[in-house]
């Protein structure tokens, strides 16, 4: 009996070291979110509780009971042990077994106790992460953590960009003339000045009428500077303001290419007329048409065709 009183104080000890307890939710302080309600956020506690409950395995305070459970056990079967050797040497076998069972169990459920408790703190920690985690995700205001607001704005629809500026094209220089014997104009003896007076129109008959079935084409030479009339029977030629026509010798004026006509004098005339003779004339108009009926798609020359006008 004197053996149990002198190990009530190892129970006592035993009881107070098991009586250690930890807290069975989270530790940290979540308040809801402005605006909800405190039924919506009770069921969104019990949910983030289940869950950071499922991320340990189990309660906190479960697993420093059965930390300290282990080391009791274990200090109790080495401290029989131990107590039953050293007193059967003193003849007191049974006592010392007593003494060891009651030695081991304080110390096993000492150190049961504390590394129940590091495990308990580790496991709380843990816990507290996923219940922040987890009300966290519901928007709750969470210590330490700043909640992001997320704004949904009405979709923006951007005006079309303006149509790109017109780009302003060069147009590219024309080709050059291939300069060649017979483009360059020869230097002729200009014809005599005619007389400023008109001549006897016994001598100058007036030029004939011409006659077509439809208006002449002229074609511009750049050799005279000036249309020449091709495709009829007739030396034609256009300034730009009138006509001359080259009969008898004699160059006639008038307002169409059909006249009517009249002897034209030195005021009138054109310098090209003064500087070349008819049959130069001929030869700048066949070269100029001979480069038309070459190349007709890619001719860059000019042509005139007055308006159709009957006699």
């Not at 004197?2 to 939710?25: D, Q, V």
């Not at 002449?216 to 009829?232: D, E, R």
């Not at 100029?288 to 006008?309: I, L, S, T, V, W």
Request: with cysteine; glycine share 10%; proline share 13%.
């Amino acid at each position: 009996m004197r053996y149990t009183y002198k190990l009530t104080p190892f129970f006592m000890l035993l009881a107070l070291n098991g009586c250690a307890t930890l807290p069975t939710g989270p530790s940290v302080n979540v308040l809801p979110t402005s605006g909800k309600s405190f039924d919506v956020f009770r069921a969104e506690d019990a949910t983030c509780r289940q869950w950071a409950d499922q991320q340990i395995g189990g309660p906190a305070q479960q697993t420093y009971e059965k930390n300290v459970a282990t080391g009791a056990v274990a200090g109790t079967a080495i401290g029989t042990g131990l107590g039953a050797a050293i007193g059967s040497g003193s003849g007191h076998t049974g006592a010392g077994a007593l003494i060891g069972a009651a030695s081991g169990l304080l110390v096993g459920s000492a150190v049961g106790s504390d590394s129940g408790r590091v495990y308990g703190m580790e496991a709380q920690r843990r816990y507290d992460n996923s219940y922040i985690q987890c009300m966290y995700s519901y928007g709750n205001q969470v210590p330490g953590y700043r909640p992001t607001v997320v704004v949904h704005q009405p979709a923006v629809i951007a005006p079309p960009p303006p149509p790109p500026a017109p780009v302003a094209v060069t147009p590219p220089p024309p080709p050059p003339t291939v300069v060649t014997q017979a483009t360059i104009p020869p230097v002729e003896t200009p014809l005599p000045p005619p007389p400023e007076v008109l001549p006897d129109p016994q001598l100058y008959p007036p030029a004939p009428e011409i006659y077509v079935e439809r208006a002449p084409q002229f074609i511009y030479s750049p050799a005279l500077g000036l249309y020449v009339a091709v495709g009829v029977p007739y030396d034609l030629v256009y300034t730009g303001a009138e006509y001359f026509y080259f009969y008898g010798g004699r160059w006639y004026r008038g307002p169409y290419y059909n006249g009517p006509w009249v002897l034209a004098v030195r005021r009138y005339y054109p310098p090209v007329l003064l500087r070349y003779n008819i049959g130069r004339i001929h030869h700048f108009r066949d070269l100029e048409f001979r480069r038309y009926e070459h190349d007709k798609a890619h001719y860059d020359g000019r042509f005139h065709y007055p308006e159709f006008r009957r006699r």
